[in-house]
């Protein structure tokens, strides 16, 4: 009995680190999730291991190695599709969110929380682009909504207290204030460049040039560009969202703030400042990204 048992202990010990052989890893990332080449500029680092017809994406805090990403997902490259359960965490090991996904587009209910461990807030996902608030907590557990409505307030990373007002369990506005300023990322009524987007993608045709040096070395992809539409239209505040290329970042600063001036946003009626991202692609002849 007591060789039998020596045996499994040996078969088990064995199949645990057969698994464990399995996870590999993929990718350095950036604080910004953008890949990088090394440990030395990586803020995680992201493995993968096979499971049954999917794959496992792990990702991990640098330098402690803490997870940070738990995710089946049906495939990773050359875009990462989630299906299945997706856990994030704090660094301090405490869940961060779980959500589920079906082939890339999350659904039913997901579930985020305090770095306490209490929960702050639980979404619905009927579908891609309706989202349903259930409900908000306070950090002591008190519910913000109620019947479905609230006002909701948050801090942003860099400070500034964000807003957002909750109509029929549906984010209706969402703005921050900074200094005294409100800006509205998600007005009533969205800005819009005079004319539509047809004009604007034409005004983009006719004034981005590839930087010779960014050509050179075969730098390509999507500039996410963010910047304010005033009260009278005027465009300020231009920045990447994500570093790309320090040329093509650079480019799609120079042609966003040389716009002319858009329609501002609404709100019940009344123009208003808010915030807008035009992604701006960069990509050479012949290839395929």
């Known amino acids: 009995m007591k060789i039998l048992s020596l045996f499994l202990i040996i078969v088990i010990t064995s199949c645990v680190t057969y698994a464990q052989s399995q996870e590999k890893r ?10 990088v080449s090394g440990p030395t500029a990586a803020a995680y680092y ?3 291991q096979e499971a049954g017809e999917g794959f496992i994406i792990r990702e991990y805090f640098m330098p402690s190695g ?22 994030r965490f704090y660094e301090t090991g405490m869940l961060r969110e779980e959500k589920q996904y079906d082939e890339g587009y999350a659904t039913g209910v997901s579930t985020e929380y305090y770095e306490t461990g209490k929960v702050s807030e639980r979404k619905e996902h009927q579908s891609d682009d309706k989202v349903l608030i259930l409900q908000h907590y306070t950090p002591d557990g008190r519910e913000l909504l109620t019947n479905g409505h609230g006002l909701i307030k948050s801090m942003s990373p860099l400070g500034d207290t964000i807003y957002a007002e909750i109509r029929d369990h549906v984010l209706a506005l969402q703005y921050d204030v900074h200094a005294g300023d409100t800006v509205y990322s998600m007005p009533e009524k969205q800005a819009e460049y005079i004319g539509g987007m047809n004009t604007l993608m034409k005004f983009l ?19 996410f560009t963010r910047f304010d539409v005033g009260e009278d239209g005027t465009i300020s505040n231009v920045a990447p969202v994500m570093n790309v290329n320090s040329d093509l970042d650079a480019e799609a600063v120079r042609v966003v703030s040389a716009m002319p001036r858009w329609k501002p946003a609404l709100v019940r009626g009344q123009v208003v400042k808010s915030r807008f991202v035009l992604p701006i692609k960069f990509r050479l002849a012949g290839s395929r990204r």
Not at 26 to 35: D, F, G, R, W
Not at 66 to 87: D, F, N, Q, S, W
């Open 205 to 223: 045709q006719q004034n981005v040039k590839y930087p010779a040096d960014a050509r050179r070395s075969g730098a390509q992809g999507t500039v």
């Open 46 to 48: 992201r493995t993968v």
């Open 66 to 87: 803490k997870v940070r990403l738990i995710a089946e997902c049906m495939e990773y490259t050359p875009e990462i599709v989630y299906h299945g359960t997706v856990k």
């Open 26 to 35: 993929i990718a350095y990332l950036s604080k910004t999730n953008k890949e």
